[in-house]
């Protein structure tokens, strides 16, 4: 176990349920800001928890969720969508009066449908989306560094506690990041255009690479220019984690395709009929949106194991 800074740290227990590469670059975050007392993980099998303490990511792990959550202050699932209910429904006996529980999920408005039913009264229930991740998964991927710089956004329910919404913005600003407060159907929305339709593309595009006759394929691979490698690196993402967002914020996603295929379909046509001046000046317009990505400093994530990527990885969404 790493050693921490001598202070108070905010958190007297924390657990982590899931400790993939959000989950276990969180505990290596708070071991290196001193941010909890006590670290618990939860691994699905005997063999995972084994991992989780040969990597020195906790000080005990746990199969059973309400054995992990026991006398937690603070607890964090960081798993994919569609494991929050049952989570919350096993680990529910275990938590504490006054516990904080929160997600590192992607969309807010099916977390908070399958988790808020199973919380006890007293619990705080304050949702969250840290707006970082790589295309590696598994808790050896994980690193201190990945918050630093980056965005998390909260989306509190209507009469959430406004002291556990205050501690978990400062446990969030303590690893380096941004703290939105934010309404859960406006995060998904807007999480919709930024990150879940990129995705959605960079998947059907090396889809269609794949359905190429084999010697067409081939080339492609051998040849891959920058913007197909920025799609094969967005299209390694979790496949189990991204089917879940899919599914759990399809309207969202439903209504950001309907407009992206009108935009494409005008665009088939300004190729078509040869209107230079309409193709330029979407390309100048989109030139800027990526200036202003730039400047705000949401360019990429940096990886200190990959420190040629650091000035061109975008952040992908991996929960966990």
Known sequence: MNQVPDHQPLFGKVALIGVGLIGSSLARALHR?????????????????????????????????????????????????????????????GLKRGAIVSDVGSVKQAVIRDVDPFLPEGVHFIPGHPIAG?????????????????????????GADEEALEKLSRLWQACGSTVEVMDPAHHDKVLAITSHLPHLIAYTIVGTAANLEESERREVVKYSASGFRDFTRIAASDPIMWRDIFLNNREAVLEMLQRFSEDITALQRAIRWGEGETLESLFRHTREIRRGVVELGQAGTFDPREPEKASTAEPIRKED
Do not use: K, W
């Open 33 to 93: 800001h001193g941010l909890a007392g006590e670290i618990v993980g939860h691994a699905r099998t005997e063999e995972g928890c084994v991992r989780l303490l040969e990597l020195e990511l906790c000080d005990s792990a746990h199969s059973d969720p309400a054995e992990a959550v026991q006398d937690a202050d603070l607890v964090i699932l960081c798993v994919p969508v569609s494991a929050n209910a049952d989570l919350a429904e096993a680990m529910a006996p």
């Open 134 to 158: 790589t295309e590696h998964s598994g808790p050896e991927a994980g690193f201190a560094e990945l918050f630093e710089n980056r965005y998390v956004i909260l989306t509190p329910p209507p």
